[in-house]
């Protein structure tokens, strides 16, 4: 053993995406940088861009600004052995842990719904044994995210230093040059895909995001390999070029580009519509037994072909409306 | 004074009046936002509320439902990332934490990820650490909100998930934590605990109204320290209590459940 300064502390569990960045070089130089229309169907998006044994990273927070349509999608296609960052992650990670698309998780926060309180059936998804998982924090995989979207293999941070978070993660400690301080160094995280719903996108997968917060989503995009993005309003490239400064996501990390309406449904769309309560309360209440968790995903999933048709099922345009108006704080007595 | 009120409400008053005005405070799910929102209506107008994905200061036109909402952000200064609200607080512009979890030990060390021990088969998967570590690891002054008793209040977390001050005096920075932050006050139900400076172990400082020194002993699972003077703590005032029901949680999501 060498002085305490320049010991190695390690975490003991497994890291589930690469780092090397002259590989990751690689993969983004052989990138299209083709300006040309992206626009697909959540279908193909998801049997052309998701593949069985994929890391997946989901954009938006949990509940908030989610890719939902995506998330059904590769539940209906059965995808398998998925892996996941579970960053702010909520109804996201409970779909696929609970249909048995994931076999590994970086969880940073899973199985809660916030005060709603928790997921009877990401709970025994995540006690079953069946994925493998590793624990960091919200900060770290946001970083994690940073470090992977400025083309660099690792971040020093000073979290997670004397935890068990730390010995469950795939974290190492490393000394600073400079001052000589401990600090953790968090792996890139690069994820073979990367999904995300935005308010606004042009055919080529400009994105600008109208309202509320970005969580990690600039950093996300820019480190995922391939990214799937949805939009509530497919808008002309002009529009995207008379407000260049709020894109958030430029085109050339864009893969395929899809019009979804609504959207985020159950979660909230910032500016545009709030939580469906009524829906989580039911579906936190389903999976509280297998039976009721095979019911809910029957009607809800399995059951319907397309983004369209579960809108309509749960309420359709009215209800849509209804949590427009709650989100917009627009209140009407008739 | 007001005799009627549940023992959440004592928490979310209690936990409002350490905060300070024109400080920063990170606020997490439940009751550190309604204590922030009601410390921002009585003596604290200049706090800014700090969300951990991204949302500064908004002006609340209701409770959150979580910390990444569109309410977090609502007629905010800021509607930013998490990357920037974690750096804010790493470089040291954050001056309270809000935390909770299933197990807390005299050093204020924090379990919010599973109980058992074995990591890879829990008996209980929680959902770990969220922005907890986060927390807990940079901002200066860390409060747990939490009711006490022998299973929460433990001699020993089944998992560390977020660090009080680890094993004790120095650990913190030992290990490679910012110089000087760490755990500041844990508030209960029967009683506000803070921490001895010579030790770092939990102290008691105050205990509630209607609540004795030995209650508070008796509903612990380790050994308390004393404050050389030990305070009663204020029940909620009339207006506390209004503000509370009246405008910060009307719908009963913290306060009620």
Known sequence: ?334 | MSADYNPLELLVCVASRIIEDNSTAFVGTGVPMAATMLAQKLHCPNVTAIFEAGGVAPILPGLPISVGDSRTSHKGFMASTMNDIMETAQRGMVDYGFLGGAQIDMYGNLNSTMIGDDYRKPKVRFPGSGGANDIGSLCWRTVVITPMDTRRFVEKVDFVTTPGYLTGKGAREKAGLPLGSGPYKVITNLAILGYDEETCRMRIESVNPGVTIEDVHKNCGFELLEAPQIEKTHEPTEEELRILREEVDPDGYIIRR
Not at chain 1, 258 to 280: A, I, Q, R, T
Not at chain 1, 299 to 313: L, M, N, P, R, T
Request: aromatic fraction near 10%; proline fraction near 4%.
């Open chain 1, 1 to 334: 053993m060498n002085n305490e300064t320049t010991d190695i502390e390690e975490g003991e569990e497994e890291l589930f995406t690469p780092v090397d960045p002259d590989e990751m070089r690689a993969a983004f130089h052989k990138k299209s940088r083709a300006l040309k229309d992206k626009v697909t169907t959540v279908k193909k998006a998801v049997s052309e861009l998701i593949h069985d044994g994929d890391y997946l990273a989901v954009g938006g927070f949990g509940h908030v600004r989610i890719p939902t349509a995506i998330l059904y999608e590769i539940v209906r296609q059965n995808k398998k052995n998925l892996g996941m960052a579970g960053h702010t992650s909520i109804y996201d990670s409970d779909l696929l842990a609970t249909s048995g698309c994931l076999n590994r998780c970086d969880i940073s926060y899973v199985i809660g719904y916030e005060i709603r309180g928790l997921s009877a059936s990401a709970r025994r998804a995540f006690e079953s044994g069946k994925i493998k998982v590793t624990d960091w924090s919200n900060g770290a995989l946001a970083w994690r995210f940073f470090a992977a979207s400025a083309g660099l293999s690792f971040i020093p941070t000073r979290i997670l230093l004397g935890t068990d978070t730390f010995k469950r993660s795939a974290a190492k400690t490393v000394t600073c040059p400079f001052t000589g301080k401990k600090y953790a160094a968090l792996p890139a995280l690069y994820p073979d895909v990367g999904i995300i719903h935005v308010h606004r996108a042009d055919t080529y997968g400009n994105c600008q995001i109208d309202d509320g917060i970005l969580i990690s989503d600039t950093y996300l995009a820019r480190a995922s390999r391939r990214l799937i993005i949805t939009t509530e309003e497919l808008v002309p490239h002009e529009e995207i070029r008379a407000n260049p400064q709020a894109t958030v996501i430029p085109y050339w990390c864009v893969d395929a580009v899809v019009e979804v309406p609504y959207g985020s449904h159950p979660g909230n769309m910032p500016g545009k519509y709030w939580f469906d309560e009524d829906f989580f309360k039911m579906y936190l209440q389903g999976v509280k037994t297998e039976e009721g968790t095979k019911k809910l995903y029957d009607e809800y999933i399995y059951g319907v072909d397309d983004f369209h048709e579960y809108i309509d099922k749960i309420g359709g345009t009215e209800k849509m409306m209804e949590l427009r108006n709650i989100e917009k704080l627009i209140f009407s007595r008739t």
